[in-house]
């Protein structure tokens, strides 16, 4: 998008994207979507991605140059979704640009490594400058500086970008995170913001309970890692690459678990606790102060010890008071959700193993519910979920085999040793209005920020509003590829917009959406509107003057866009 909407230059696009796009069509194949692949070939698959990001940088830079003319002199944070933080060791001295891909303003977490412990953050506009609340903390195992440095950038304008400055700060104004070790047993602490309050053991640094501030209804809930064991299922049905069949039960990390820490401030508050020393699992439990979006249960996981001989399979396990029934609903590639009934399969197929056979896949989310309240988790990746028993969900989000127990042709045991970190998004939520928090938390998960950054005396503050009105809360700016641009004829683009709610969802926002194609973009004026068929190659009809559509439910509709820009348009 950043491409399309700052520059439109189709050469930099088939020079720079292709290789992106060419690495993300060969990792659509089965083998890397499922990680049945050998440990050689899904390196190469890794491979093929980076290189492939590198030359998108370069586009994205090349582009931003209509934008800015030194907009060269900055480099792109990688999105490395296994760190913690977002970005390289930042100091003093840096300008920070915080990218929103989404077609609606939103307020954005961004987290840095940084290496000095008094650092703030400015908002460098173009005429203005003023203090943006951000906080310090001592930063977690696999980071690459001393410190993260946590601020919400506000109001960042749809495909849009703001630009922050990291600046040395006097004592008193620093927002470092106070760090609390808790002793006492038998007693409880709480994190809370204005929707949520989370009370937690001071011991052993599990939830308890769960509070909906805004409904003043609170539900019990514990959250831990577990694993089960895959050398203990049958001979004739072990884990293996593809098939996960433990018949269980999961069982808990030995331990000990460490000590509670506790840490406050003006952007977040948090509890870390390490569960599991031996096998690097730590979980944190944060609320940012002024979010709705729900519960972040940050989980990291590995090396996994195998020290006791067997491999491992390592589920996030949360339970609630929820009477679910022994139902979950999970998403279809994000798009509309199905519900799964404990030990029902479709068709006439007995479930045989009453754990493996009830798991099922996620792309972005999985709920349970009952009449009031729903509880759901939205992932940041593809995961394996199951509700095995009432109130009670589980999501899979790392393994260690031993063996290769499957044998259905891997050939190798898939013996993970890397160290991943999974953020869980957890909303609970009246039913009736549940899945507003579920779309729209699920939407900016798999959108998140691009964070650039260059020295300040190198560069000048970006600021960039290309977007004239922000979309409609339940409508999803999807695709904006360039196919043709020249100077004479301008502007060619495949435009795709994505209904976000099902029929029944909500009774607001699962009615129609309209959107008029002409009133999108505030530099490029639309000449000529086609829509056609999803894949672009069939024509559907020209919308001639009447640029209004209208979106029903879960449509997903596809246009041919001709633009020119603006007069007088400044970037």
Not at 156 to 174: D, I, K, N, W, Y
Not at 198 to 225: A, M, Y
């Amino acid at each position: 998008m950043i491409h399309a909407l700052a520059s439109g230059d189709q050469s930099l696009a088939e020079a720079k994207l292709t290789p992106l796009w060419h690495a993300l069509g060969v990792v659509q194949h089965h083998d890397s979507i499922t990680g049945t692949s050998k440990a050689f070939v899904y390196d190469d698959y890794t491979s093929q991605l980076d290189d492939g990001n590198t030359a998108a940088t370069t586009a994205v830079l090349s582009a931003l140059l209509e934008v800015d003319a030194l907009a060269d002199q900055w480099d792109i944070c990688p999105p490395v979704r296994e760190a913690p933080s977002q970005c390289a060791k930042l100091a003093a001295g840096q300008l920070v640009a915080v990218y929103n891909p989404l077609f609606y303003t939103r307020d954005i977490a961004v987290t840095l490594d940084a290496g000095e412990g008094d650092l703030c953050v400015r908002y460098r506009g173009l005429n203005t400058t003023s203090m943006v609340p951000s906080q310090l903390r001592p930063a977690p195992a696999g980071s690459t500086g001393a410190y993260q440095l946590s601020f919400v950038a506000p109001a960042v304008p749809a495909a849009g970008m703001l630009t922050f400055e990291l600046a040395t700060c006097s004592a008193h104004r620093v927002s470092t995170a106070s760090q609390l070790r808790v002793h006492a047993r038998g007693s409880t602490t709480t994190i809370e913001n204005n929707y949520y309050r989370l009370t937690v053991d001071v011991v052993t640094g599990k939830p308890i309970s769960l509070l909906d501030k805004t409904r003043d209804v609170s539900t019990p809930f514990n959250v831990d890692v577990l694993y089960y064991v895959p050398e203990g299922s049958p001979n004739s049905s072990r884990s293996g690459a593809y098939v996960f069949a433990s018949f269980g039960p999961a069982m808990s990390f030995p331990g000990p678990r460490g000590p509670v820490y506790k840490y406050s401030g003006p952007v977040f508050q948090e509890i870390e606790v390490t569960v599991d020393s031996a096998s690097g699992v730590v979980q944190r439990f944060r609320l940012y102060n002024n979010d709705s979006g729900g519960l972040e249960v940050i989980t990291t996981v590995g090396p996994i010890s195998i020290s006791d001989g067997n491999g491992k399979e390592v589920v996030v396990s949360y339970r609630t008071g929820l009477m679910s029934a022994g139902a979950v609903y999970t998403d279809t590639h994000g798009l509309e959700f199905i519900k799964r009934s404990y030990n029902v399969l479709s068709g006439q197929f007995p479930v045989e193993n009453p754990i493996s056979g009830n798991y099922y896949p996620v792309s972005s989310a999985g709920y349970i519910k009952d009449f009031e309240n729903t509880f759901a988790v939205l992932t940041d990746r593809g995961q394996g979920i199951a509700s095995l028993e009432t109130g009670s969900l589980e999501l899979m989000v790392h393994r260690r085999l031993l063996q290769d127990g499957d044998q259905k042709g891997a050939g190798e045991p898939l013996n993970d040793t890397t160290t991943i970190t999974t953020t869980h998004r957890v909303q609970f939520n009246q039913t009736s209005s549940a899945m507003r928090g579920i779309r729209r938390g699920t939407l900016e998960a798999e959108h998140p920020p691009v964070v650039l950054y260059a020295h300040a005396a190198r560069v000048h503050p970006i600021e960039w509003r290309p977007a004239a009105a922000d979309l409609p809360e339940n409508v999803h700016l999807s695709t904006l590829q360039v196919t043709q641009y020249d100077v004479a004829d301008g502007l060619h683009t495949l435009l795709r917009l994505h209904h976000l709610f099902a029929v029944g969802e909500d009774t607001r926002l699962s009615e129609p959406a309209t959107v008029d194609l002409r009133r999108l973009f505030a530099d490029w004026a639309i000449t000529q509107a086609t829509e056609v068929s999803l894949s672009g190659n069939h024509v559907l009809g020209r919308l001639g003057n009447a640029t209004k559509i209208t979106l029903q439910p879960m449509d997903v509709r596809t246009f041919a866009i001709s633009m020119t820009r603006n007069s007088g348009a400044k970037l």
